[in-house]
Structure formats: C-alpha cells, structure tokens
C-alpha cells in the first residue's frame, strides 16, 4: 500500500479557529481577542506551590493516574462545592481538558457509534469524535433559546447509535449557562436510552446574574463523564493540568489508553492544581469578578452600536456578538475588523453552522485594551 496519510486528514476542512490562533501568534499591533488564554499571571500562590514542588524534586513522573494528593483535591473540591463523592479510582489527571475529552471519547466509541453535539461548539470536540471513527450528530442552538438545546431536538437527534452527548456550559463559544430544565432533559434522556454524557466543566466559576452553574453528574451520575481543566479557574494555561471523572470502568479503560499517549500528567502542574484547588475560595473570586467586569462593559458598551447585539452576560469569558445587521457574513466581517480596526476576533462559523453570522470575542485582554478595542470598534464606517 502506497504511503498515505488518514483518510481523515487528507482533504481536511478548514479549521478557522486554529489559523487564527497561529497567525495571532505572529501578529503585532493588533487587539488580540480570539483566543482564550486569560492575560492574568497565574496567582502567587501557585506559583509558589509549583516553585515549592520544583525545589522538593517533583520532576519526575507520576503514578499514570495522577500525584495522589491532586486526586484527592480533585476528590475534595467536589464534594466540598457540589456535594458529590468520587473515590480515586473514578479520577485521574490529564493534560488539560482536552486530553480528557481525548481519552474519554477514546474509552467509549466505537466505529460508527454517533456524538451529539451543540452548535456553536468548541470545534476541537469534533476533530476528537471523528479521530475515533465516529459521527457528529449537530443540533443546532439559537439565540431564541439563549443558546440552548431543546429536549425536543436532543431527542430528536437521538439513534440507537447514538454513544454520547457533549455539554459544554458555561458555553464556549456563546457564553450560555445551561438552565435547570436544560440539565434534566438531558439527565432524562440520558437515563431513558443509557448513553453517556460528557460535561466540559472548563469554565464553571465564570457564572453571572441569576445565573447558577449546575453539575450535570450531580443530576445523571452514572451516565456522566466530567472533563475539568485548571487552565481559566487559575488563569494557569501554560500548566497544561486537568481532570477526567466518571464510572470505574471509563477512567480504567482511559488510563489504558493513555499508556500508550503520554503516561501522566505533569508533576509540578500537579502539585500547582492541588494547591489552587485546596484554595479556591481564596484565589477564583477576584479572578471571577475581573472577567464580570470585563463582560459586562464590553457588553454595554458595544450594545450601543446599532449594527452588532449581545446577548446579557450568563457565563464563560467570552461575548457572541450578532452582527448580522452590517450585511457581511462573519468572516468577511472578521476581516473587515482587522483590517479597519486592529481588533482580532474569531468567526462565528468557526464554531459550526449556528455560529454563522456571530463573532466570539474573547475578553481576556486588561480594561485598558479592551477600552481601546471599544473604540476602535465604534469608529468602523457601517
């Protein structure tokens, strides 16, 4: 057989959200609001916790699993924030939330086994599923529903292939916090024909208004896989450090798989996430109230231009902003910003389908960068 790469990846499509992200990389004098890496250096005292690690010799690996004291963090935030008990043997660390989504798609699909996801979503969890051979099932989310799924069209999308449904709230890219008759639609469902659920918990402190983050496991706990990430809760990215929770049997099956990836998780960023985690309430409110801050100026603020609209902020640490109204789809609006205004946003479409005609923009620049791109955003001839 000649050589040859993937089926997959021999007529690739076009991936928006990661050309952007490298040619941000290469960009100067530009108002860089596409990626979500927050500006803040991660806080002091974890950094103090991974110079403390490095000093002590944690260079090395360890247990595959994970540093038994980051599990019991992980063990002991849960239950301590959501009421919930996990034993070691249903956590384990990984590289970010991502390696989790990774190796738990990995445990449970099958070729031709089908994902449900919600659009807009984060595309990676597209890329994953059909890594695995499997099939994305879309549906489609409106600013109608604040970007939400209905129980009717989740079911509707339901087959007897059908292996999982992602749920990624708060929201990224549109920012929605899943309500409580969203969550129990889908524990219900999932219940009902006994399919997996996989909750992206990345962004479960950034939650505003009226609104409440509710663990989806705490409603369908024996059908939900929880994929975490210290990465925005500690503003500590570069760490690279999260979490895989679920049955015995899926995090066993994980741990199979990611013999043969990487082994284990960083040491340091470990010993960094099990501090943050034994912290949180000292160290996530004062982060939590610089991204509500953010939000909700550039909310207002751009809310005052007839041609874009922002929802109210719910969740996350990014806005999705219609702009519709200026008669150019989102990429050429995208561009259009760039060029005109200096100011780097993603296309809606980079997010599926429903995102056509939005632009996820990111606040993770400080207030004075972010005042800057409200003006330059004002001054665009539309």
């Known amino acids: 057989m000649a050589r040859s790469l993937s089926n997959l990846f021999q007529n690739p499509s076009a991936n928006i959200m990661s ?35 490095l000093t002590a010799g944690k260079t090395h690996y360890t247990a595959s699993d994970g540093d038994p ?35 738990a798609f990995g445990a449970i699909l099958n070729p031709d086994d089908e994902v449900i996801i919600f659009s807009p979503y984060f595309s990676p969890y597209e890329v994953q599923i059909e890594a695995h051979h499997a099939k994305v099932v879309v549906v489609n989310c409106t600013a109608e529903n604040n970007f939400q799924p209905t129980k009717e069209d989740i079911a509707a999308a339901i087959t007897d292939k059908t292996k999982a449904i992602l749920v990624d709230t708060p929201n990224n890219p549109t920012g929605a916090v899943y309500d409580q008759e969203t969550l129990q639609a889908l524990a219900d469902l999932a219940k009902e024909h006994d399919i997996y659920l996989l909750a992206d918990e990345v962004y479960w402190p950034f939650v505003y208004g009226d609104n409440d983050f509710i663990p989806l496991e705490s409603l369908a706990p024996e059908h939900t896989l929880v994929a975490g990430s ?11 450090i999260g979490y ?47 991204f509500g801050e953010r939000l909700e100026y550039v909310t207002t603020e751009l809310n005052k231009l007839p ?34 205004a200096g100011v780097l946003v993603i296309p809606g479409q980079a997010f599926g389908e429903a995102g056509k005609g939005y632009i996820r923009i990111a606040v993770t620049q400080d207030m004075a960068t972010l005042e800057k791109a409200v003006v330059a955003f004002s001054k665009l001839s539309l």
């Open 244 to 290: 895989l929770i679920g049955p015995a049997d899926v995090i066993a099956a994980a741990g199979l798989l990611n013999e043969g990836i990487d082994f284990s998780a960083p040491s340091v960023s470990q010993a960094a996430g099990a501090y943050g985690l034994q912290h949180i309430d000292e160290i996530t409110p004062a982060l939590k109230a610089q």
């Open 19 to 53: 050309d952007i992200g490298k040619n941000a990389a290469l960009m100067t004098d530009v108002i860089n609001l596409s990626i979500g890496d927050p500006d803040m250096i991660t806080p002091e005292p974890i950094l103090n916790a991974a110079n403390d690690a």
């Open 307 to 340: 041609w874009l609209k922002i929802l109210p902020v719910a969740g996350s640490i990014y806005l999705f902003a219609d702009i519709s109204a200026t008669g150019m789809d989102d990429v050429a609006f995208s561009n259009y910003l760039l060029e005109k």
């Open 69 to 103: 004291e980051y599990l019991d963090a992980i063990i002991n935030f849960y239950q301590k924030s959501f009421n919930l008990t996990y034993a070691k043997e249903n956590v384990r660390a990984t590289v970010g939330a991502g390696h989790a989504t990774f190796l």
């Open 230 to 240: 210290l990465s925005k809760v500690f503003a500590m990215t570069g760490f690279r």
